[in-house]
């Protein structure tokens, strides 16, 4: 089998989020083309409806009024942020701006990860933050009155900034978030070009908001998800022969970090018709296979291919010699404990892996994979992670829950059978 054509993958998961809320929060009608038409993002968009947002059901292209920046009505139920961590942070941020109270629920993967890194901040910022006794989910907000901070986080989290960006926007003050790396820059990118005051520090890794009254509407058209191009980008990469082009990827450098190392593993990876829509940088990505050559990755690039690790450690199996991934202990707060899933994973297929606290190691061999089953967790990103790593090592592998890709790539199965026939 040689992978070849092209794959449009959908709108980016990051991106679609935040357009329902910063729509949700404009003045005036927006307009969002290429939204992502997936489970997480309907949980944002389902939440915001039940805030009295006049969301339509989503497709291609849809237009919705704003609310004005503290006009969501309170909600007569919990908010269901389903599997969506995205959810539930970054509407915490807007809860604790208006002065009502809600609950925020999610579903079982989600209702084990950490909130208090959202909590601390918002409750320093002046609202009242409950969470049940381990710092998990449900987490009530009451929010009011919200008072200026300067944040130094100990992880580096778009989810955690954007909560104190949105808290700072709705709550109308000043808001500085310095973080030890710098995490994916959508939020800031969207809230300048909606005429709110960014400024990017020196280090790159600070962002401090300084809000405005209003909030302009949004017109934008979402780019493809890096996260979801990375899945086809591997496979090509691994398969002997292959040449895979993936039109309108989002490009933001902080998302390409996984591409990045595909160049250092001897992967052809070039990057054309570039330009910048909707303040991101896009363009289309092709992948040329070259032979596959282990690699480590650890500090500042970790923030950038968060997501893609899990593919990454799938990858090092059929790559030469070792590949070691450091400083990367937020994988195991992600859907699912993402260290001990993958590496338990790949020993079930015969691969030379091993745990570590804050990553892991694989020693590449790809005679010694075999056929075997996987267990997700219900978590999309090894769902599809070990898809790809069986299309590449043509291998069976058994994937004990394939519908979870809905979560970020509902049609993930028919792409992966397009270019794999
Ligand atoms: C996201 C931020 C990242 C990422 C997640 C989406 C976002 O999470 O893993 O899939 O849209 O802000 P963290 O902020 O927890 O690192």
Partial sequence: MRVRGTVQVPGDK??????????????????VRGILESADVQ???????????EIPALRDD?????RGLRGLRAPS????????????????????????????????????????????????????????SDGTLPMTITGGQLHSVD??????????????????????????????????DHTERMLAALGSGVEVGESDAQVTLTPGDTLQPLDMDIPGDPSSAAFFAALAAAVPGSELLLPNVCLNPTRTGFLNTLERMGVEVTLEDRRVSGGEPVGTVRVRARGLLGRAVG???????IDELPLLACLAT?????????????????ESDRIAAVVANLR??????????????????????????????????????????????????????RACVAVSYPGFWGDLAAVTQ
């Fill in 43 to 53: 949980a944002t968009a389902e939440c915001l409806r039940a805030m009295g947002v």
């Fill in 348 to 401: 079930a297929l015969g691969a030379d892996a091993e745990e570590r606290p804050d990553g892991l190691r694989v020693m590449g061999n790809r005679g010694a994979l075999h056929a075997g089953a996987v267990t997700t967790f219900g978590d999309h990103r090894l769902a599809m992670a070990f898809a790809v790593l069986g299309a590449a090592a043509g291998i069976d592998i058994a994937i004990d829950d």
């Fill in 77 to 132: 139920a919990p908010l269901d942020a389903m599997n969506s961590g995205t959810t539930a942070r970054l509407l915490a941020g807007v809860l604790a701006g208006h002065p009502m109270r809600a609950t925020v629920v999610g579903d079982a993967s989600l209702s084990r990860r950490p909130m208090r890194r959202v909590a601390r901040p918002l409750m320093a910022m002046g609202a009242t933050v409950e969470l049940s």
């Fill in 62 to 66: 849809i237009a919705f009024a704003g």
């Fill in 151 to 184: 944040l130094v986080t100990d992880v580096a989290s778009a989810q955690v900034k954007s909560a104190v960006l949105l808290a700072g926007l709705v709550g109308g003050v000043r808001v500085s978030v310095r973080e030890p790396a710098k995490s994916r």
């Fill in 14 to 31: 990051s991106l679609s989020h935040r357009a329902l809320i910063f729509g949700a929060l404009g003045t005036g009608t927006s307009r």
């Fill in 299 to 305: 500090g500042q690039m970790v923030p950038t291919m």
């Fill in 318 to 334: 059929l790559a030469e010699g070792e590949t070691v991934i450091r400083d990367a202990h937020e994988l195991r707060a992600k």
